[in-house]
């Protein structure tokens, strides 16, 4: 078990437009898995890889190709919505390649380009599925405070738990603390949103870690807020990374 403590790599203070060094600039995390490490390499905002074995999964790739650069090209993109910093056609015309599969929900389906399209599953919240290989379980992702439901929706947006080996990722997407976050179990890694009024504030994100209690929680998606004081509202409930997204 890795210890609970909030470990820091590396955080910038760069605004998300600002210029960013290539992903393999530094050395990746790692999860060990019953089937091998799991390399974990936060990209920016949003958008990771995540890459197991043979197979390299990127999720919500925005921002231009030149953060990809020296990274293994994708073996199955993941996309949980269609917002701008989470669906870049420009960057999965340039980082897709002509095989790799993608999973994604209704609405970026029905916006995804010719050439991407026929290669494109849509699953809806709470269908189970497969990527690469690699088990999916799709959770919903959406805004419960009544004045913030219409930036996501509920049914619109997923989040995806993703199996490697006898470990399980769970990627938040943009989100508040659903029931259906909450009710997660067997989670050992968890990237969750925290900014205001999109997503979750620091308080939402700490009562869904109590909640459903993750191993280590990746705070992402949170241009503006202060991820270092997570680590204080979640105490020995996780492992706290802080990771250089911007």
């Given at each position: ?41 936060p990209i ?23 953060l990809y ?86 049914g619109v ?90």
């Amino acid at each position: 078990m890795l210890n609970r403590r909030a470990t820091m790599l590396g955080l910038a203070a760069l605004p998300l437009a600002a210029a960013i060094r290539p992903a393999l600039a530094a050395t990746p995390d790692s999860l060990v898995t019953s089937a091998g490490d799991v390399a974990i390499y936060p990209i920016r905002h949003a958008s990771l890889v995540l890459s197991f074995g043979a197979e390299t999964l990127y999720i919500d790739p925005t921002n231009g190709p030149a953060l990809y650069e020296g990274l293994p090209p994708p073996t199955g993109i993941l996309i949980t919505h269609g917002h701008g910093d989470h669906f870049d056609i420009a960057t999965l015309n340039a980082i897709a390649g002509d095989t790799a599969p993608i999973l994604t929900s209704e609405e970026v389906l029905a916006r995804l380009p010719g050439p991407l399209k026929p290669r494109a599953t849509a699953l809806p919240n709470g269908a189970t599925g497969e990527i690469a290989g690699l088990p999916i379980e799709v959770v919903a992702a959406y805004n419960t405070t009544e004045n913030r439901k219409r930036y996501h929706p509920e049914g619109v947006g997923n989040g995806y738990v993703i199996g490697f080996g006898d470990k399980r990722v769970y990627v938040a997407g943009d989100t508040e603390d659903t029931p259906e976050m909450r009710a997660l179990t067997g989670i050992d890694v968890a990237f969750l949103p925290m900014n205001l009024p999109y997503t979750m504030s620091l308080e939402q994100v700490a009562a869904a870690v109590a909640a459903f209690r993750p191993g280590i929680v990746y705070p992402y998606h949170y241009q503006g807020g202060d991820p270092a004081k997570l680590a204080e509202l979640v105490g020995d409930a996780a492992e706290v990374r802080l990771a250089a997204w911007y």
